[in-house]
């Protein structure tokens, strides 16, 4: 039996800058080496290099520590940006009917398509990409998280990558993951171009000043800033993408929020993407199935490696070595979602987080702070200048019992901001507003 110690050999304190000074400080570098082990097996080394743990089991941590002081506090969580409401009837009764027909003989199936049920991409490609994408460039997965894994594994080491700054975690940690990083020096890692992207370029990188990379990845809208890029900003993407044979992985995750009619929904929209863009989507922000899992990438058959061979039919080796299909269940669920009467329940349970994301936009500005987002995204992106994000993640649960995500987490540049998820129930995110407005209406 492998005997492992907390004695930390060789970890050194994470640079939480701003760690707040209440807190237990459990956030090391690295996992607690071995003082003493039966394997014979040296570590990844990459993943010595990532920061603490991935964001947001950090912030569950302090979540927990919080609650643990505080046993009474009612928690309200705008932090994870997990759904939260029920899935829609016609939806849940579709994998409901799928489920029980798996019960019977002729319901009954095994394995699927790796690469998903025809149906259903065809239903996609028909529903999102209407004389854009073909069904057989849509790869449907269990969610977009494990599908930029995945893009990471098919592109190999050795790779260059560059990412909004602040952007969703994963594209960043799992590029350290695959050792196409230096070490972390404090600030950011070694050898990723950060895109920055603040209010003072709208939130929009400038691309001028942007070192060429093998890889872009860019999220529109942006988690966490909620910011759409417009029609022109991406064909700027494009070009830049196409001028120096970059390959762009465009996150789509939250496409369906936007509401700007000058904001495409699709790269594939932009004239040339279809060369050099792979696009990844999601159910889970769409029809509440972060835990039903349901995701699709996109990869166009016109594009190319630099060698000239398929990108399309390595991404199909990848699905059919490293995954084994979605869940014939959610499948259904998701063909249910592309139905008329689908459609137009996941249309009404985006809408209800729009209208949250409305209600605390409105809050923050009313109270005289720099607010972004929460237009075309389900995330408000708070500004406090010139402090310290985790420190601000710190007092407003402090003071409020509400988490948030610190900017930070996200990047360099989100410092100085915090991020507040639309996704609750109305009755919290009133609750929310109301506690938000007693501690800092009044400054
Ligand atoms: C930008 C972005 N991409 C992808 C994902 C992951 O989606 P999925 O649940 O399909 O893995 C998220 C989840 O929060 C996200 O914010």
Not at 154 to 159: L, P, S, T, V, Y
């Amino acid at each position: 039996m492998a005997l492992l110690t907390k004695q930390s050999v060789g970890c050194t304190a994470a640079p939480l800058r701003h760690k707040p000074q209440r807190l237990p400080s459990v956030a090391v570098r690295c996992a607690a080496a071995t003082e003493q082990s039966v394997l014979k097996v040296s570590r990844n080394e990459n993943f010595g290099k990532l920061q603490a743990g991935y964001l947001f089991p950090e912030i569950a941590r302090r979540r927990r520590a919080h609650q643990e002081a505080h046993p009474d506090a009612q928690i309200i969580s705008l932090g994870i940006g997990d759904t939260t409401e029920p899935l829609p009837q016609y939806i849940a009764d579709a994998m409901a009917k799928a489920a029980a027909g798996l019960g019977t003989r002729e319901g009954y199936s095994g394995y699927g398509a790796e690469q998903g049920q025809g149906a259903l991409r065809e239903a996609l490609a028909s529903t999102f990409y209407p004389g854009m994408v073909a069904a057989d460039e849509v790869f449907v997965s269990d969610g977009s998280k494990c599908d930029i894994s995945r893009l990471q594994v098919m592109f190999g080491a050795d790779k260059s990558i560059a990412a909004q700054d602040p952007s969703y975690p994963v594209y960043v940690d799992t590029t350290v993951m695959m050792g196409n990083t230096g070490t972390h020096n404090g600030t950011g890692f070694d050898g990723i171009e950060y895109m920055v992207c603040t209010p003072e370029n709208n939130f929009f990188p400038d691309l001028a000043k942007t070192k060429r990379t093998d890889i872009i990845f860019f999220c529109s809208p942006n988690n966490p800033t909620g910011a759409a890029a417009t029609r022109g900003q991406l064909k700027q993407l494009v070009k830049f993408a196409r001028d120096n044979g970059s390959l762009l992985v465009y996150d789509a995750a939250y496409a369906l929020y936007i509401s700007n009619p000058d904001c495409p929904k699709t790269i594939y929209e932009i004239e040339g993407a279809d060369e050099i863009a792979i696009e990844t989507c999601s159910f889970s922000k769409y029809a509440g199935f972060t835990g039903v899992r349901l995701g699709w990438t996109v990869v166009p058959k016109k594009l190319r490696y630099a060698d000239g061979s398929s990108v399309h039919a390595d991404w199909n080796r990848m699905m059919t070595t490293c995954f084994n299909g979605a869940s014939n269940i959610v499948q259904a669920g998701g063909l249910a979602c592309l139905q008329p009467e689908g459609l137009k329940e996941m249309y009404g349970l985006i809408n209800f987080y729009k209208e949250n994301a409305t209600i605390l936009k409105n809050t923050f500005q009313e109270m005289g702070f720099s607010v972004y987002g929460g237009e075309d995204a389900p995330y408000v992106w708070v500004g406090f200048p010139g402090k310290p994000s985790w420190d601000v993640f710190a007092e407003i649960l402090e003071k409020c019992n509400i988490v948030t995500t610190p900017g930070s987490g996200f990047g360099p540049a989100g410092e100085g901001f915090v991020r507040a998820s639309a996704f609750g129930s109305r009755d919290n995110i009133m609750e929310a507003v109301r506690r938000f407005k007693e501690v800092y209406g009044k400054q």
